[in-house]
Every structure is written in structure tokens, then in C-alpha cells.
């Protein structure tokens, strides 16, 4: 009843501009975004029994997770796997309703660029161990390809030194290793990560894969859903939805007002705040009202967003192995000198992988300004030159088909996540509290929180994956859940 008064009065006054036609309905809490932050926040507060808004500017649920049916099985366009399977809530909800996941056996199986067959033992061991060496950072940061690069010759002196001294091998084996790494954190090179990265992984197997069911079933286990589940009664999902405004009071009689670019607004008591770091980068001067504090803003420029992105193929039938998914290509010097000076990205891609959803598959791996660059090469060169690649490393013995179909992500060029996922770069160190900073809530005169944060990049710990923003968008319900309880 108050806020309904509050709203009348406000429309009166003319203090929000123009009244919309339709009278906006008076929610607890507005939700911006419905990817993994966003889904778990408005799960968190319906089941409390809040009055929810959400608002998604795509047309679809998911963000940067986006499961894409194809033929007979799924592909995945985002996130692929769950990293980790202990204190994940992502693994917990499979688990909880019988969803079977699977782990994907990632060991690479090792291409040459003249087209022969790598030793997939030693490449493998020595990846495993230049990941494991980042858990046992040096005192001093410094760049993690360089601190790897030292590590790994260490150790090969003493049980390779016959490959050590292979130039050619080493040269490329470093390169194909500063690939891998720009895989997992979404880095343009390695040297640009600092070994002090906050990043920690989760216990457990860290390649758990939704295969035929696709990542999707998260969101409709979250939503309520799944396997048709009513979803929840007090929660409005609106999608097309694009937030230009979130205007945020100091009165604590005030509400938020939300304001889309459709013209439409909307009121609640609070707003959560999901959208990616690449976002808030282009729009935070634009998208808060009154704008943001100097302390949050230095934090969104300070921590870098990154890019992964994926070409996939889908052909008419599984040619690769079926007990092997993951292949890394590894050139040669005089092969990749024997390149036309034009040939600047796809040389770059390291590895491609068979998708659990969709056996008949193949995804190659683009990262950095190369996977900018792809997202904006015509159709045409990209299936061109990825085929003449695959053809090159994996096709010395078998005539490998012309692809039924192809799929490319565009996560960079998405006005709506500008980016595939946060990591800690040489600068990070010097801004220790960047993330946390990112996480805090705008308050209004009596200190309740109004305007409040979620997402992948907020979480100290687990930023870069699906399990570290669900927790975030957890976070953020509770912060909500507990205060009124007060
Ligand atoms: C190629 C790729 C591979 C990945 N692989 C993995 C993996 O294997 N495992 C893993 O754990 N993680 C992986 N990740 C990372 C993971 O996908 C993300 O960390 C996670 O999905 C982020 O969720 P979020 O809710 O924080 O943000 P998002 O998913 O980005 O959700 C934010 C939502 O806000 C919406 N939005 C933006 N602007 C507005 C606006 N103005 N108005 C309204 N809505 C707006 C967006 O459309 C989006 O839906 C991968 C990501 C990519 C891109
Ligand atoms: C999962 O399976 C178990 C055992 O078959 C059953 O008891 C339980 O109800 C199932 N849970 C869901 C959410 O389907
Ligand atoms: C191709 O076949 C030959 C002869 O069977 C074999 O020696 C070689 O290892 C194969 N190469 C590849 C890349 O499979
Ligand atoms: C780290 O990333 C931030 C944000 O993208 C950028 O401003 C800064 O220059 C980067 N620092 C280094 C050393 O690359
Ligand atoms: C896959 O199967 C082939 C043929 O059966 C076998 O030689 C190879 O060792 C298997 N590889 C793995 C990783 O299980």
C-alpha cells in the first residue's frame, strides 16, 4: 500500500519524467540479467517468496551459456564444462535431479603440421605439469608465461634433456602451451596473466560435461523449469529487454527505477546488477544514475575481460577417433615459416575438441585479438581456412569431409557481453581489492542496499566460470534475504 502511494506521488510530481502508459508494478527486486548470476539470484529470492522482476536483453535465458540443439545432439556456443565437482552448486543441482554428467577425457592426442602424429604422452605430461606449476606461484609476480617457461625447463632439463635441446620442438611447444593458457584464463598471452592470480579451482575432476542434455538444463533446473516444472508464480522473466537506466536513491522512502531502451520502466525497492565486466566497461557512465562511485569504476577498468570464442563444426558423421575428444596441433618451424605473410589467426588456433552433446562435432578454439579478429572475418574464410587446417594437422591419412554446418560465437562483438570471461592481469596485483570493490552494493542514506552486484567477475575466487557466478548471484539474493530480515 505505501508504495503504491509512493508511486502516485511520484508520477505526479513529474519526478521521473514522462510516466510510461502502463502503470509500472512495484516489484521487491529487479533482476538485470538472466545468466548464471542473474538465474540464481531470482531462484534464491522467488523460493523466499519476493515479488522478482527480471530483465533480459537477449532473446534467450543464459548469457554466456548457450546451448544450441543441432541434428540430433547439442552444441554448446559458451561455457562447456563444470569445473570441478566439490562446493559447486552447478554439479550439486545436476546431481540433486538425477542429470547425468560425464567427465571428458581431455588428454590431447598430438598432430604435427606435416601432418604426422606427435608423442601424445610427453605433451601431455608436459602440459599437466606447466598448469600445475601455477599453483606454487613465485614471491614476486611476475608473467606467467615466463614463470612457466623457467618451471618447465627445469624440469625437462633433468627428464627430457634431448627434447630441451630441440629448438623446434621447444619453440613450438611454447607456443602451443601460451595458447592453452589464453584458453583457460581468456588472456591475449600468456605474459599478459600474473602468476598472483587469485584464481582458484574446486575440488574434483575438472572437466564435467552436460553432453546431450547442454547447459541449458542449469537454468531450467534453476527457473523450476525442468522436465515441465511450473517455474515460479512471483517471478517475471522479460525478455528483449535491453536496461539503459538504473537510477538509484538516497531516500530510503524511494524506490529504484529501472528504464529500458523500449521506453518502459520499472520500480522496485532494489536492483541486482548482473550484467558481464565487458559491459559495465562500455556502459557504467551511462547506465547509473546518479553514477557510479570513482573507487567501483577504477575496479571495472582495472580488471581485464577477456575473450574465448569457438568455431564449430558439425559434419554428417563422427570421423576423429570415438574414444579421443581433445587434439592439439603442433607446428613445425619450417612449416609455419613456409606461410604467406597473411596468414596471421588461424595458424593460432592449438587444439580443437570433439563436443559431448553432439558426437558428429568438432570445436576449434580461437582466443585474444585472433578471436576478435574471426568474429568478423566473412563466413566463407573462416570455414576455409579452420577446414585447411584441420585438413593440414589431422588429415595425412583420411579424407576428412566438408562440414555439414558451422557455428561461430561472437561473444566480443555481443553488445550484451562484450567479452567471454574476467582474469588477473600484470596489473591486478597492484589493485588486490578490485573484485571485491566490483561486489559491493550501492547504499542508499540509511545504508540498505539498493543497487547490488553479481556476476563472474565479482567473485574473488571463482570469476571466469558458470559455478563462481551462480555463487555470485547467491551471494547477492542472501545479502538481500538477510537484511530484511533485521
Ligand atoms: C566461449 C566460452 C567458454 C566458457 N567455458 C566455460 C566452461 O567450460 N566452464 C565454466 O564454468 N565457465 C565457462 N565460461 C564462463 C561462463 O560462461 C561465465 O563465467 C558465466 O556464464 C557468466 O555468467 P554471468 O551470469 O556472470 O554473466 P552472463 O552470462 O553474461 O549474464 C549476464 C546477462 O546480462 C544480460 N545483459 C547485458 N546487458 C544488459 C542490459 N543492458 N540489459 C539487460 N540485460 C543485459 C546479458 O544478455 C546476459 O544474459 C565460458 C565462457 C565462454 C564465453
Ligand atoms: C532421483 O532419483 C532418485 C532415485 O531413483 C529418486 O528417489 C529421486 O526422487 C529422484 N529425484 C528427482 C529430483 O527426480
Ligand atoms: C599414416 O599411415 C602410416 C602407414 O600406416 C603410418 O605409419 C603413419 O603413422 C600414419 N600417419 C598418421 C598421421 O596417422
Ligand atoms: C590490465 O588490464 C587493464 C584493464 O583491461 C588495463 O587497463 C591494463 O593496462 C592491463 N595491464 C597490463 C599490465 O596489461
Ligand atoms: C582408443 O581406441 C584405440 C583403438 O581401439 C586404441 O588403440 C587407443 O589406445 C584408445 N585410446 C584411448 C585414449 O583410450
Not at 514522462?18 to 531470482?42: K, L, R
Not at 611454447?174 to 574446486?202: A, H, M, R
Request: net charge negative; charged share 20%.
Amino acid at each position: 500500500m505505501l508504495r503504491w502511494c509512493a508511486i502516485v506521488l511520484l508520477v505526479c510530481t513529474g519526478a521521473f519524467g514522462n510516466p510510461t502508459p502502463e502503470m509500472p508494478a512495484a516489484y521487491d527486486t529487479i533482476i538485470i540479467g538472466m545468466g548464471a548470476a542473474g538465474c540464481t539470484a531470482a531462484s534464491t529470492l522467488s523460493k523466499a517468496g519476493k515479488k522478482v522482476l527480471a530483465l533480459e536483453a537477449m532473446d534467450r535465458i543464459g548469457g554466456r551459456v548457450n546451448t544450441v540443439p543441432f541434428g540430433d545432439g547439442v552444441v554448446e556456443v559458451g561455457a562447456e564444462w563444470i569445473h570441478g565437482t566439490e562446493q559447486s552448486r552447478v554439479y550439486n543441482l545436476a546431481i540433486q535431479n538425477n542429470v547425468s554428467v560425464l567427465p571428458q577425457d581431455i588428454d590431447f592426442e598430438v598432430y604435427r603440421s606435416d601432418g604426422s602424429i606427435g608423442d601424445k604422452k610427453v605433451l601431455n605430461e608436459l602440459m599437466t605439469f606447466s598448469l600445475s606449476v601455477i599453483d606454487d606461484p613465485p614471491e614476486t609476480p611476475e608473467p606467467l608465461g615466463q614463470f612457466i617457461t623457467r618451471r618447465l625447463k627445469d624440469y625437462m632439463k633433468e627428464k627430457y634433456p634431448a627434447l630441451l635441446a630441440d629448438q623446434d620442438f621447444i619453440d613450438n611447444l611454447l607456443e602451443f602451451l601460451d595458447l592453452v593458457i589464453d584458453n583457460y584464463e581468456s588472456s591475449n598471452s600468456w605474459n599478459e596473466v600474473s602468476t598472483e592470480s587469485k584464481y582458484t579451482e574446486l575440488g574434483g575432476y575438472q572437466h564435467m560435461s552436460w553432453h546431450r542434455h547442454g547447459y541449458k538444463t542449469l537454468f531450467e533446473i534453476l527457473l523450476n523449469t525442468y522436465k515441465n516444472g511450473p517455474g515460479y508464480p512471483n517471478l517475471d522473466i522479460k525478455l528483449k529487454k535491453e536496461v539503459t537506466q538504473i537510477a538509484w536513491p538516497q531516500d530510503p522512502t524511494q524506490d529504484v527505477v529501472v528504464t529500458c531502451k523500449d521506453g518502459s520502466s520499472y520500480k522496485a525497492k532494489n536492483v541486482i546488477v548482473t550484467v558481464s565486466l565487458g559491459v559495465l566497461k562500455e556502459r557504467h557512465s551511462h547506465l547509473f544514475s546518479p553514477a557510479l562511485p570513482q573507487e567501483k569504476v577504477t575496479s571495472i577498468q582495472k580488471v581485464s575481460m577477456g575473450v574465448v570464442g569457438k568455431v564449430i563444426f558439425i559434419f554428417e558423421n563422427r570421423w576423429v577417433a570415438e574414444n579421443v575428444s581433445s587434439f592439439a596441433f603442433l607446428w613445425r618451424n619450417e612449416d609455419r615459416r613456409a606461410l604467406g605473410p597473411d596468414e596471421g589467426w588461424w595458424p593460432n588456433i592449438a587444439a580443437t575438441s570433439s563436443p559431448m552433446g553432439n558426437p558428429a562435432g568438432l570445436t576449434l578454439w580461437t582466443v585474444g585479438d585472433m578471436a576478435k579478429l574471426v568474429e568478423t572475418l566473412p563466413e566463407d574464410v573462416v570455414k576455409r581456412k579452420a577446414m585447411e587446417l584441420i585438413r593440414r594437422f589431422m588429415g595425412k591419412n583420411r579424407t576428412i569431409p566438408e562440414p555439414i554446418a558451422m557455428l561461430r560465437s561472437s561473444w566480443y562483438s555481443n553488445p550484451y557481453t562484450r567479452g567471454s570471461y574476467s582474469y588477473d592481469n600484470l596489473s591486478t596485483p597492484q589493485y588486490p581489492h578490485a573484485r571485491a570493490t566490483l561486489a559491493e552494493p550501492l547504499v542508499d542514506s540509511s545504508g540498505a542496499p539498493r543497487v547490488l552486484f553479481a556476476g563472474e567477475a565479482t567473485d574473488n575466487t571463482h570469476f571466469s566460470t558458470v559455478h563462481g557466478a551462480t555463487d555470485t548471484g547467491f551471494r547477492e539474493a542472501n545479502r538481500l534475504l538477510t537484511k530484511a530480515k533485521l
